[in-house]
């Protein structure tokens, strides 16, 4: 079974530019996860999808920051414009969505470097 | 509001020997559950254990084993004859459950920097 792929792995862009970066879950997980994580420190939650519904997208933020995942299945998280402090390592999650034990795996996340 | 608590930024710790990652954790809901993940220098992401709040007997997986003492809101990963290859960052992470009945996502502590030594 193939994991949670993320793309691309790497990212170096000058400050005030855009950026996308695209994660494709496990297959059949219905839900997905963002994170960011600053170097030295845990992952902090962006965003959660449940199928294409946005259902906690509480700490996203907005005025740069967008997702989407219109067929429920692969997703794409842009920010507009970069700022140096987006410098960081995002990662990309999907379960199945069931309740419980309901492990979540990681894609081996994009570094973004903003100069 | 979730709120996990690893105090130790880093340990040096004898290969073969046994390590304890402390992990304390804060949380109003009634229903949660408790992960330790490894993160190695190459950045992926390793599940390694899962506590569920009212599992009854502390979680073992292998080598690693995780020590719940819930009146002290303690999660500690106990990792047994330790080695080289289990160099490497650990989260402890916790998930509560939303009013829809679904699950969060996680919310990690600061981590740990384990570094085994020959």
């Known amino acids: 079974e193939a994991g949670v792929v993320q793309s691309p792995r790497y990212k170096i862009i000058e400050k005030k530019q855009p950026v996308a970066f695209w994660c494709n879950p496990i297959s059949g997980h219905n839900t997905l996860y963002w994170y960011l994580q600053n170097l030295g420190q845990g992952p902090e939650l962006l965003i959660r999808y449940e199928n294409e519904e946005a259902v906690d997208d509480s700490q996203l933020p907005k005025d740069r920051f967008s997702a989407e995942r219109l067929k429920g299945v692969d997703s794409t998280l842009k920010i507009q414009p970069a700022e140096l402090g987006d410098s960081a390592v995002y990662l990309c999650a999907s379960s199945s969505g069931i309740g419980g034990y309901n492990e979540q795996f990681f894609g081996p996340g994009t570094r973004l470097t903003v100069l | 509001a979730q709120k996990i608590t690893q105090t130790q930024p880093g340990m040096f710790v004898q290969e073969k020997e046994a390590v304890t990652l402390d992990c304390t954790y804060d949380?109003?809901?009634?229903?949660?559950?408790l992960f330790w993940y490894k993160q190695p220098s190459s950045g992926e992401m390793i599940f390694l254990i899962y506590?569920?709040?009212?599992?009854?007997q502390n979680a073992t997986e292998g080598r690693y084993s995780l020590n719940f003492q819930k009146a002290r809101k303690s999660a500690n990963l106990v990792i047994s004859a330790s080695q080289l290859g289990d160099s490497a960052m650990y989260f402890c992470a916790m998930r509560g459950t939303n009013s829809g009945g679904g699950a969060d996502g996680l919310t990690f502590g600061k981590g740990t920097h384990l570094i085994i030594q020959p």
């Open positions: 949380t109003s809901d009634p229903s949660y559950g």
């Open positions: 506590q569920g709040s009212y599992d009854q």
